[in-house]
């Protein structure tokens, strides 16, 4: 274990033994840092926080404050982190409150670009972007594999789908489905996120399949039980439209369309 003499450790927290500590950060009671972590200067990490491993966290980071919810009276909510994320600097992630789960949650394979932000009771699945000072509100759900551009903005309680693109400066207020891109203020679906899903080895025959989705949804003017139905139909056959239908059919908001 690496930690540097200016360092604050909490007598309680519970540190692995190969993680390093820089200068002049803070460890609060409650921690648990997994091996392989990075914890870099000016960091602080308030509990109850649990963070896995090989995460590296950069300065002025703020990981477990208390949420920023005016009904928030110091009840023991926690945060949960997964492993190999990276936090760069000035970003903020908050513990939940009472009114959800207890918990905010960070899956894993994650980078936080500088001054992001993560709100109380989120959930952030893996393999995300998070490009400088994007923002999640209270309560809101992301899915796997999706980037947020630099200043976006996601409403509190929305839901954005895996493997979805929130443009830079895109406010989403409306949820969101899986693959498709957004853009603008107020959020509205421009197109299938088709460069992403290449990346991640989706087929030209599987796009194709998911474009037929999305203009099903976004294009035909169907009601949206209507088009559920028809987009069940094509997920028994196309199993990569099933997220979308599940989607669709999970929702308790609004989508963009």
Same mark, same amino acid.
């Given at each position: 274990?690496?930690?540097?003499p200016?360092?604050?450790v909490?007598?309680?927290? *519970? +540190?692995?033994? /190969?993680?390093?500590?820089? %200068?002049? @950060?803070?460890? $609060?009671?409650?921690?648990?840092? #997994?091996?392989? &972590?990075?914890?870099?200067p ?8 649990t963070?896995?491993t ?7 980071a703020?990981?477990?404050?208390a ?16 492993d ?5 600097e ?14 905010t *949650? +960070?899956?894993s /394979?994650?980078?936080?670009m %500088?001054g @992001?932000?993560? $709100?109380?009771?989120c959930i952030? #699945?893996?393999? &995300?972007v ?6 999640l ?5 992301l899915?796997?594999?999706?980037h ?12 954005v ?9 895109t ?10 891109m ?9 197109s ?5 899903l ?7 025959e ?10 099903l ?12 139905e ?7 056959e196309?199993?990569e ?17």
């Amino acid at each position: 274990m690496a930690i540097h003499p200016t360092a604050l450790v909490a007598p309680d927290a *519970r +540190i692995a033994a /190969d993680v390093e500590i820089g %200068a002049y @950060s803070v460890i $609060g009671p409650g921690v648990v840092i #997994g091996a392989g &972590c990075r914890i870099g200067p000016h960091v602080v990490i308030e509990g109850p926080t649990t963070m896995g491993t090989d995460n590296q966290v950069f300065p002025f980071a703020s990981i477990g404050a208390a949420p920023q919810d005016l009904k928030y009276r110091g009840e023991p909510t926690r945060l949960e982190i997964g492993d190999r994320n990276t936090f760069r600097e000035n970003c903020t992630i908050n513990r939940g409150t009472t009114k959800d789960q207890l918990v905010t *949650r +960070i899956g894993s /394979d994650n980078l936080f670009m %500088a001054g @992001s932000h993560v $709100g109380h009771d989120c959930i952030v #699945g893996s393999h &995300c972007v998070f490009a400088n000072y994007a923002t999640l509100g209270g309560h809101v759900v992301l899915g796997d594999w999706v980037h947020m551009g630099g200043f976006s903005g996601v409403h509190q309680f929305c839901k954005v789908g895996a493997h979805a693109f929130i443009a830079n400066n895109t406010a989403v207020t409306r949820d969101v489905p899986p693959y498709v891109m957004a853009v603008g203020r107020p959020a509205e679906p421009h197109s299938v996120n088709k460069e992403g899903l290449k990346r991640r080895g989706f087929t030209s025959e599987n796009i194709t399949h998911i474009k037929r989705a999305y203009r099903l949804l976004d294009r035909s003017r169907l009601k949206r039980a209507d088009a559920g139905e028809q987009l069940d139909a094509m997920a028994a056959e196309h199993p990569e439209v099933k997220p979308f239908a599940d989607f669709l059919r999970t929702s308790k908001r609004s989508i963009v369309r």
